[in-house]
T-cell receptor, first 117, second 111 residues
């Protein structure tokens, strides 16, 4: 089945540093990937849609300069949390949709738990 | 805009008992509907999806869901719950490629 790999699974870092999270589709190509944020005991909040070869589309209220997204290939999208602060601590999840067409569902990575000290 | 509602925040079911998790959608045309499951600290796994055709959809892990247009519902069912089914369940629909999630239902399984 379709597999999405997300790395790292857990990261702890000091306030002010930047953190990069990778999302890879392992056995399919994805022109579109999605980045979500999830607070404890809440649903997923879509942050942005990552488009291969073009700029990401951010949801309202999400700072594009804070959350940098790069989708340089058909199998990799990265989310960089710049100058991270404790309020950025959260669970970040990516998903990818197979580009072969049709009504392909999104497949999710296992998430990255980010803790900013 | 498309949306889904999960009216139950959490449900407790005895192991071996049947399960039904509710999901109501809001969309004029036939929606694309999904059920995902999330174990603690992990990503989401697709259980099943409905696009068109047969209104009773079979998924993985013994789950099924039935699309009922008259009730605007897409409830998830399982005839006999196992302790390993304890998790958070999300109903979702799509709009302009984006997934729109419900607020989730936490399933607790008692011995």
């Amino acid at each position: 089945g379709a597999v999405v790999s997300q790395h790292p699974s857990w990261v702890i870092c000091k306030s002010g540093t930047s953190v990069k999270i990778e999302c890879r589709s392992l056995d399919f190509q994805a022109t579109t990937m999605f980045w979500y944020r999830q607070f404890p005991k809440q649903s997923l909040m879509l942050m942005a849609t990552s488009n291969e070869g073009s700029k990401a589309t951010y949801e309202q209220g999400v700072e594009k300069d804070k959350f940098l997204i790069n989708h340089a290939s058909l199998t990799l999208s990265t989310l960089t949390v710049t100058s991270a602060h404790p309020e950025d601590s959260s669970f970040y999840i990516c998903s990818a949709r197979d580009s072969t067409g049709g009504n392909q569902p999104q497949h999710f990575g296992d998430g990255t738990r980010l803790s900013i000290l | 805009a498309q949306s889904v509602t999960q009216p139950d925040i959490h449900i407790t079911v005895s192991e071996g008992a049947s399960l039904e998790l509710r999901c109501n959608y809001s969309y004029g045309a036939t929606p694309y509907l999904f059920w995902y499951v999330q174990s603690p600290g992990q990503g989401l796994q697709l259980l099943l999806k409905y696009f068109s055709g047969d209104t009773l959809v079979q998924g993985i892990k013994g789950f099924e869901a039935e699309f009922k247009r008259s009730q605007s519902s897409f409830n998830l069912r399982k005839p006999s719950v196992h302790w390993s089914d304890a998790a958070e369940y999300f109903c979702a629909t799509t709009g302009f490629q984006k997934l729109v999630f419900g607020t989730g239902t936490r399933l607790l399984v008692s011995p």
